[in-house]
């Protein structure tokens, strides 16, 4: 397993970020598809966009919230 990976899902989901930010960065930074449109929300799309791009700190803006 990448460790990258592992210690950044390991750190996220030790600080209690959103779920849904959690799904979405581990899917980007894999390069795999979007969900479809329904399917997608804030966080979603904030984690995608930070894994796609190797973003290791913008979980930081999710500690503790919750996508609506």
């Known amino acids: 397993m ?3 990976y592992f210690n950044a899902m390991d750190t996220m989901e030790k600080a ?4 849904q930010y959690i799904d979405g960065w581990a899917c980007g930074f ?3 598809p979007r969900r479809g449109e329904q399917h997608v929300t804030e966080a979603y799309e904030a984690g995608y966009d930070d894994g796609y791009n190797g973003v290791m ?3 930081q803006a999710w500690v503790g919230k919750k996508a609506a």
């Open 2 to 4: 990448n460790t990258t």
């Open 16 to 19: 209690g970020v959103d779920r």
């Open 30 to 32: 894999m390069h795999n």
């Open 57 to 59: 700190d913008g979980y």
